[in-house]
T-cell receptor
Framework: DGGITQSPKYLFRKEGQNVTLSCEQN?????MYWYRQDPGQGLRLIYY???????QKGDIAEGYSVSREKKESFPLTVTSAQKNPTAFYLC???????????FGQGTRLTVV | AQSVSQHNHHVILSEAASLELGCNYS??????LFWYVQYPGQHLQLLLK??????LVKGIKGFEAEFIKSKFSFNLRKPSVQWSDTAEYFC??????????????FGAGTRLAVHP
Protein backbone atom coordinates (compact mmCIF):
# COMPACT_ATOMS: atom_id res chain seq x y z
CA ASP A 1 0.00 0.00 0.00
CA GLY A 2 1.64 3.22 -1.10
CA GLY A 3 1.80 6.29 1.00
CA ILE A 4 3.31 8.20 3.82
CA THR A 5 3.36 6.78 7.32
CA GLN A 6 3.82 8.95 10.34
CA SER A 7 4.22 7.39 13.73
CA PRO A 8 3.16 7.52 16.40
CA LYS A 9 -0.21 9.19 15.96
CA TYR A 10 -0.15 10.59 19.49
CA LEU A 11 2.97 11.26 21.53
CA PHE A 12 3.45 12.56 25.01
CA ARG A 13 6.72 13.95 26.21
CA LYS A 14 7.98 15.27 29.48
CA GLU A 15 9.57 18.66 29.53
CA GLY A 16 13.30 18.50 28.92
CA GLN A 17 13.18 15.31 26.88
CA ASN A 18 14.02 14.90 23.24
CA VAL A 19 11.57 12.98 21.10
CA THR A 20 11.74 11.69 17.53
CA LEU A 21 8.83 11.61 15.13
CA SER A 22 8.94 9.12 12.31
CA CYS A 23 8.06 9.71 8.67
CA GLU A 24 8.40 6.90 6.15
CA GLN A 25 7.33 6.91 2.52
CA ASN A 26 7.19 4.33 -0.23
CA UNK A 27 6.23 6.73 -2.99
CA UNK A 28 9.82 7.01 -4.19
CA UNK A 29 9.61 10.78 -3.81
CA UNK A 30 12.81 12.77 -3.59
CA UNK A 31 11.60 15.73 -1.55
CA MET A 32 10.36 15.49 2.02
CA TYR A 33 9.08 18.16 4.38
CA TRP A 34 8.17 18.67 8.01
CA TYR A 35 5.51 21.16 9.00
CA ARG A 36 4.05 22.22 12.27
CA GLN A 37 0.33 23.03 12.38
CA ASP A 38 -1.05 25.30 15.09
CA PRO A 39 -4.57 26.75 15.21
CA GLY A 40 -4.76 30.02 13.32
CA GLN A 41 -1.20 29.77 12.03
CA GLY A 42 -1.55 27.29 9.24
CA LEU A 43 1.37 25.06 8.35
CA ARG A 44 4.82 26.38 9.14
CA LEU A 45 7.84 24.79 7.54
CA ILE A 46 10.38 23.29 9.93
CA TYR A 47 12.84 21.47 7.67
CA TYR A 48 12.89 20.12 4.15
CA UNK A 49 15.06 17.80 2.13
CA UNK A 50 15.30 17.43 -1.61
CA UNK A 51 17.78 14.55 -1.75
CA UNK A 52 19.36 12.01 0.54
CA UNK A 53 22.00 13.36 2.92
CA UNK A 54 20.89 16.93 2.34
CA UNK A 55 18.35 19.11 4.11
CA GLN A 56 17.57 22.77 4.66
CA LYS A 57 16.12 24.78 7.49
CA GLY A 58 12.62 26.06 7.07
CA ASP A 59 11.08 29.07 8.74
CA ILE A 60 10.94 27.67 12.30
CA ALA A 61 13.86 25.25 12.57
CA GLU A 62 15.06 26.31 16.03
CA GLY A 63 14.74 23.49 18.53
CA TYR A 64 14.36 20.82 15.84
CA SER A 65 16.75 18.52 14.00
CA VAL A 66 16.39 16.09 11.10
CA SER A 67 18.35 13.51 9.17
CA ARG A 68 17.94 12.07 5.68
CA GLU A 69 20.07 8.94 5.55
CA LYS A 70 17.61 7.07 3.36
CA LYS A 71 15.28 8.24 0.64
CA GLU A 72 12.34 6.64 2.39
CA SER A 73 12.85 8.18 5.80
CA PHE A 74 12.97 11.71 7.21
CA PRO A 75 12.75 11.61 11.02
CA LEU A 76 12.23 14.79 13.01
CA THR A 77 13.67 15.23 16.50
CA VAL A 78 12.03 17.74 18.78
CA THR A 79 14.69 18.77 21.23
CA SER A 80 14.43 20.24 24.69
CA ALA A 81 15.46 23.55 23.15
CA GLN A 82 12.07 23.87 21.47
CA LYS A 83 10.18 26.19 23.80
CA ASN A 84 6.66 25.34 22.75
CA PRO A 85 6.68 21.87 21.22
CA THR A 86 3.03 20.95 21.77
CA ALA A 87 1.57 20.90 18.26
CA PHE A 88 0.40 18.79 15.35
CA TYR A 89 3.29 17.75 13.09
CA LEU A 90 2.83 16.88 9.44
CA CYS A 91 5.23 15.18 7.08
CA UNK A 92 4.90 15.67 3.33
CA UNK A 93 6.62 14.37 0.23
CA UNK A 94 6.89 15.52 -3.37
CA UNK A 95 8.04 13.63 -6.44
CA UNK A 96 9.93 16.65 -7.69
CA UNK A 97 10.55 20.16 -6.53
CA UNK A 98 7.63 21.72 -8.40
CA UNK A 99 4.91 19.10 -8.01
CA UNK A 100 2.09 18.74 -5.52
CA UNK A 101 2.80 17.54 -2.01
CA UNK A 102 1.28 14.51 -0.36
CA PHE A 103 0.75 14.45 3.37
CA GLY A 104 0.86 11.91 6.14
CA GLN A 105 -1.81 11.65 8.81
CA GLY A 106 0.24 13.62 11.30
CA THR A 107 1.57 13.20 14.82
CA ARG A 108 0.08 15.10 17.70
CA LEU A 109 2.78 15.86 20.25
CA THR A 110 1.86 16.95 23.75
CA VAL A 111 4.37 18.04 26.34
CA VAL A 112 3.28 17.19 29.86
CA ALA B 1 11.13 36.24 2.41
CA GLN B 2 8.30 34.48 0.67
CA SER B 3 4.93 34.57 2.38
CA VAL B 4 1.32 33.63 1.78
CA SER B 5 -1.63 35.59 3.13
CA GLN B 6 -5.13 34.29 3.46
CA HIS B 7 -7.45 37.14 4.25
CA ASN B 8 -10.33 35.31 5.84
CA HIS B 9 -9.67 33.20 8.89
CA HIS B 10 -13.26 32.12 9.43
CA VAL B 11 -16.10 32.06 6.92
CA ILE B 12 -19.67 31.03 7.64
CA LEU B 13 -22.06 30.40 4.78
CA SER B 14 -25.42 28.86 4.15
CA GLU B 15 -25.76 26.02 1.68
CA ALA B 16 -25.98 27.17 -1.94
CA ALA B 17 -24.16 30.41 -1.21
CA SER B 18 -21.17 31.31 -3.34
CA LEU B 19 -17.66 31.12 -1.92
CA GLU B 20 -14.53 33.08 -2.57
CA LEU B 21 -11.44 32.70 -0.40
CA GLY B 22 -8.60 35.11 -0.91
CA CYS B 23 -4.94 34.20 -1.22
CA ASN B 24 -2.04 36.55 -1.91
CA TYR B 25 1.63 35.70 -2.02
CA SER B 26 4.80 37.71 -1.94
CA UNK B 27 7.36 36.42 -4.39
CA UNK B 28 8.40 37.95 -7.66
CA UNK B 29 9.70 34.91 -9.46
CA UNK B 30 8.16 31.80 -10.92
CA UNK B 31 5.57 30.27 -8.64
CA UNK B 32 3.50 27.17 -8.50
CA LEU B 33 0.24 27.60 -6.59
CA PHE B 34 -1.93 25.16 -4.70
CA TRP B 35 -5.09 24.96 -2.68
CA TYR B 36 -5.39 22.18 -0.13
CA VAL B 37 -8.35 21.17 1.98
CA GLN B 38 -8.42 19.51 5.38
CA TYR B 39 -11.74 17.95 6.34
CA PRO B 40 -12.32 17.33 10.04
CA GLY B 41 -10.18 14.45 11.21
CA GLN B 42 -8.61 13.88 7.81
CA HIS B 43 -5.26 14.63 6.25
CA LEU B 44 -4.65 17.42 3.78
CA GLN B 45 -5.82 16.81 0.24
CA LEU B 46 -5.07 18.72 -2.94
CA LEU B 47 -8.02 20.67 -4.35
CA LEU B 48 -6.28 22.18 -7.35
CA LYS B 49 -2.98 23.50 -8.60
CA UNK B 50 -1.56 26.00 -11.05
CA UNK B 51 1.77 25.54 -12.77
CA UNK B 52 1.39 27.36 -16.08
CA UNK B 53 -1.04 28.01 -18.90
CA UNK B 54 -4.69 28.93 -18.40
CA UNK B 55 -4.83 31.03 -15.22
CA LEU B 56 -8.29 29.69 -14.42
CA VAL B 57 -7.87 26.22 -13.03
CA LYS B 58 -10.54 23.76 -12.07
CA GLY B 59 -10.19 21.29 -9.28
CA ILE B 60 -12.16 18.61 -7.56
CA LYS B 61 -15.64 18.98 -6.07
CA GLY B 62 -16.55 21.99 -8.20
CA PHE B 63 -13.79 24.28 -6.94
CA GLU B 64 -11.85 26.62 -9.18
CA ALA B 65 -9.17 29.23 -8.71
CA GLU B 66 -7.84 32.11 -10.75
CA PHE B 67 -4.21 33.11 -10.88
CA ILE B 68 -3.81 36.86 -11.36
CA LYS B 69 -0.11 37.50 -11.71
CA SER B 70 -0.38 41.29 -11.52
CA LYS B 71 -2.15 41.02 -8.18
CA PHE B 72 -0.06 38.14 -6.83
CA SER B 73 -3.34 36.41 -6.09
CA PHE B 74 -4.79 32.93 -6.38
CA ASN B 75 -8.34 33.11 -5.04
CA LEU B 76 -10.45 30.00 -4.58
CA ARG B 77 -14.09 29.98 -5.68
CA LYS B 78 -17.11 27.73 -5.70
CA PRO B 79 -20.48 28.88 -7.07
CA SER B 80 -22.62 26.93 -4.61
CA VAL B 81 -21.28 25.41 -1.41
CA GLN B 82 -22.57 22.33 0.33
CA TRP B 83 -22.56 21.30 3.95
CA SER B 84 -19.87 18.76 3.08
CA ASP B 85 -17.52 21.61 2.13
CA THR B 86 -17.10 22.42 5.81
CA ALA B 87 -13.35 22.20 6.26
CA GLU B 88 -10.18 24.21 6.55
CA TYR B 89 -8.65 25.49 3.33
CA PHE B 90 -4.99 26.28 2.80
CA CYS B 91 -3.33 28.19 0.02
CA UNK B 92 0.28 27.19 -0.74
CA UNK B 93 3.04 28.57 -2.91
CA UNK B 94 6.12 26.85 -4.24
CA UNK B 95 8.52 29.73 -4.20
CA UNK B 96 10.83 29.22 -7.08
CA UNK B 97 14.30 27.81 -7.24
CA UNK B 98 16.23 29.68 -4.60
CA UNK B 99 19.71 28.23 -4.64
CA UNK B 100 18.33 25.05 -6.10
CA UNK B 101 15.93 24.44 -3.26
CA UNK B 102 12.18 24.66 -3.27
CA UNK B 103 10.23 25.77 -0.26
CA UNK B 104 6.53 25.01 -0.15
CA UNK B 105 4.94 27.75 1.93
CA PHE B 106 1.41 27.66 3.33
CA GLY B 107 -0.99 30.34 4.43
CA ALA B 108 -2.64 30.44 7.84
CA GLY B 109 -5.76 28.72 6.56
CA THR B 110 -9.44 29.60 6.36
CA ARG B 111 -12.02 27.68 8.35
CA LEU B 112 -15.23 27.35 6.39
CA ALA B 113 -18.47 26.38 8.09
CA VAL B 114 -21.48 25.70 5.88
CA HIS B 115 -24.87 25.59 7.53
CA PRO B 116 -27.70 23.54 6.03
Amino acid sequence: DGGITQSPKYLFRKEGQNVTLSCEQNLNHDAMYWYRQDPGQGLRLIYYSQIVNDFQKGDIAEGYSVSREKKESFPLTVTSAQKNPTAFYLCATRQAANTEAFFGQGTRLTVV
Amino acid sequence: AQSVSQHNHHVILSEAASLELGCNYSYGGTVNLFWYVQYPGQHLQLLLKYFSGDPLVKGIKGFEAEFIKSKFSFNLRKPSVQWSDTAEYFCAVNAGFSGGYNKLIFGAGTRLAVHP
